[in-house]
């Protein structure tokens, strides 16, 4: 039986799947049915899963931080993620996304530009992204700056997540990946695409 700590914040329903101590699956919905079917959907060892809803002071304090991540803030909760069992161009190309500041956002390409791989690969990343929010993967749009695509939820969801995210940045920037330089650009560029 895979425990999965689901807690209503806000009137969003998060869920975590933890592993000896770090983060092994994380969703989020307006439905608590939804975030269950997703986590499901997620855990690929066929195990059933139960839910509890009773957090420790531990858990509801990182839901408060994904709580915040989803308003578009900043955390400074320490996220402790358990990647290991992901492929190591999987783990590259998180690692990378994790790295886009709030405010910005990168293209697929740009991203496989720095990891390696090419945009479709990085696409199929972030389709399957085991951390929502934790790792931003509504930061990564097309190579037009046009929205792509957001399992998480769909396009409209993908907006708001940028639109809260706005910091009134004008310029892009190059931030470090390993050895190789990533351009991010400010989430005004996309978000006054669609508004």
Do not use: W
Request: with cysteine; proline share 6%; aromatic share 8%.
């Amino acid at each position: 039986m895979i425990p999965v700590h689901v807690e209503n914040v806000e009137g969003i329903f998060f869920a975590v799947v933890l592993r000896d101590g770090k983060i092994l699956r994380t969703t989020f919905n307006v439905s608590q049915k939804a975030t269950m079917d997703t986590i499901r959907g997620n855990l690929v060892d066929g195990n059933p899963v139960e839910m509890f809803t009773q957090p420790s002071r531990q858990l509801s304090t990182l839901f408060a931080a994904l709580r915040d991540l989803y308003d578009g803030k900043n955390t400074n909760y320490n996220f402790i993620l358990s990647d290991a069992s992901l492929p190591p161009y999987s783990q590259r190309v998180l690692r990378a996304v994790s790295a886009i500041p709030t405010g910005y956002v990168a293209s697929y390409g740009a991203v496989a530009k720095a990891v390696g791989g090419g945009a479709r690969a990085v696409g199929n990343v972030m389709a399957s992204n085991p951390f929502p929010l934790i790792v931003p993967c509504h930061r990564i749009v097309k190579s037009d700056l046009g929205l792509g695509g957001y399992g998480a939820g769909g396009l409209g969801v993908k907006l708001e997540f940028l639109k809260r995210e706005q910091r009134n940045y004008s310029e892009p920037k190059e931030i470090e990946i390993g050895n190789k330089m990533l351009k991010v650009f400010p989430t005004e560029t996309v978000v006054k695409k669609y508004c």
